[in-house]
């Protein structure tokens, strides 16, 4: 059974410490990306390794940290790259590599 989600979904981010935020639920991302300054606050981490990533702005060599996330009450352990998103409006990013899981995405949710 799949779990239908929206463009944007509320989530928890599970760390050392908890936090509920919204996120961008993006189908072109392979891999999902949260913000380094709220991955700090939260105690996430260690760095597993770094991985080179390419977006509209170009090429850049991110950290790759493991956490658990909750979206749609489901729990799933996942990886993210970390990545500056202090300016933009969503701090954490779900890609791919967590919509593969079994997620259907409704636009008009």
């Known amino acids: 059974m799949k779990t239908v ?5 509320e989530v928890s981010i599970i760390g050392e410490r908890s936090k509920r935020v919204a996120a961008r ?3 072109g991302a392979t891999r999902s ?4 300054v ?4 939260l105690g ?7 991985v080179k990533v390419k977006s ?10 493991k956490t658990k ?3 749609a009450n489901r729990k799933i352990k996942a990886s993210f790259t970390l990545a500056d ?7 954490v990013l779900v890609g791919q590599n967590i919509l593969k899981r079994g997620f259907l995405i409704d636009t008009a949710k």
């Open 85 to 91: 998103r202090r300016h933009m409006k969503y701090k």
């Open 38 to 41: 709220l991955a700090h606050e």
């Open 56 to 65: 509209a702005s170009g090429s850049t060599v991110r950290g790759v940290i």
């Open 44 to 50: 996430l981490g260690p760095t597993l390794k770094t």
């Open 5 to 9: 989600i929206g463009m944007t979904e």
């Open 33 to 36: 990306s949260i913000d380094v």
């Open 25 to 27: 639920v993006d189908t």
């Open 69 to 71: 996330i909750i979206i």
